[in-house]
């Protein structure tokens, strides 16, 4: 009797275990992880026509992220390792926005990162390159933002400190490029009228160490001239954060010598009409993908020098402001 009771108890136990297992592995949490994601070449992803072929490669560096379940809750949380880290779904995205469309505002910073790396790198091979349009169109107002009772839906801004906007990255990487405090000058077309605010950049719920007015734009009347075809195949690869390892793959393929002298050279860092790179997020992330696949150099922006070299571990850093650093940086390698 009191066998039969101690199989039952165990055999119950073990339900009980198979079912908390399920549970903690295939029911989904309100978090997503953050992870090293992909360190890919970027000569397969991107074909200059009638370019060049190099021996080196530069690649692209990104994060991964998947929904977490309730398992990856519990042992993140009580764990913590270095490699990954939960963050919170609603954290994400920005006010008054479904993933849906902040992941289509994603692939349109792709779109534009991929333009402006086009025009910069003909531009540093010396060719004529005219871009223009009207502005960055302002799509919504946060109401924890600075631009909150400031900027309105349908403004359309052309100057953030007094340089140029004609597209929504360009309006992004200056602001991403200051300090969280900092005011800026945001010059606008509203109903024909030109107005200026000058707002303080605050770090918002969800884009923590990233400074923002609290607003979301969209390129409006963007046109481009560029002598050349460039064909990407970036597959399900989103955001801006790529735009630096993008011009340079491009400029590399415009040049009759190899830039990288013959080296894996990876990177990270938006990139602006004007060649200067903008600091990125889950650049740690970045640094254990591109040490995953054995890199020799790794290109980072200014902004997020101190974060990468906590976890560069012998991978040499390259710390630039502009995409003329890169290339004289690599120029007086090639000379040694």
Do not use: C
């Not at 690649?59 to 992220?65: C, D």
């Not at 597209?167 to 992004?172: R, T």
């Amino acid at each position: 009797m009191k066998k039969n009771y101690i199989n039952k108890f165990y055999s119950r136990l073990i339900g009980i275990i198979l079912i908390v297992f399920i549970i903690s592995n295939f029911v989904p949490v309100p978090y997503q992880i953050m992870e090293p994601g992909i360190a890919a070449e970027l000569s397969p992803m991107i074909k200059v026509k009638n370019g060049y072929d190099n021996q080196g490669e530069f690649l692209l560096t990104a994060v991964s992220t998947r929904r977490a379940m309730a398992w990856d809750y519990f042992y993140l949380t009580l764990f913590s390792p270095d490699d990954r880290e939960l963050t919170s779904i609603a954290d994400q995205l920005p006010e008054n926005m479904d993933m849906n469309e902040y992941i289509d505002l994603m692939a349109e910073l792709m779109e534009e990162s991929k333009l402006q790396a086009q025009a910069v790198a003909f531009r540093q091979a010396g060719y004529n390159v005219q871009v223009t349009g009207e502005g960055a169109e302002v799509v919504e107002v946060m109401k924890e933002g600075s631009a909150y009772n400031n900027l309105k839906k349908g403004d359309l801004i052309t100057a953030v400190d007094g340089k140029k906007v004609e597209m929504a990255a360009d309006a992004v990487n200056i602001i991403k490029n200051r300090n969280i405090g900092d005011t800026v000058e945001i010059k606008v077309i509203r109903n024909e009228k030109e107005l200026i605010f000058n707002l303080k950049t605050l770090e918002l719920e969800g884009n923590e160490g990233n400074p923002s007015i609290g607003v979301l734009i969209s390129s409006k009347g963007l046109e481009y001239e560029i002598p050349g075809e460039v064909n990407f195949k970036t597959d399900n690869i989103i955001g801006p954060s790529a735009g630096s390892v993008f011009t340079m793959e491009i400029y590399n393929q415009l040049i009759p010598e190899d830039i990288t002298g013959g080296r894996k050279i990876a990177g990270t860092g938006t990139i602006s009409l004007d060649g200067e790179i903008g600091r990125i997020d889950g650049v740690k992330y970045k640094i254990m993908a591109a040490k995953e696949v054995g890199v020799d150099l790794f290109i980072v922006p200014e902004e997020n020098y101190e974060t990468a070299a906590e976890y560069a571990d012998g991978l040499e850093l390259l710390k630039v402001k502009t995409i003329s650093d890169i290339i004289s940086h690599l120029e007086k390698d090639l000379k040694l």
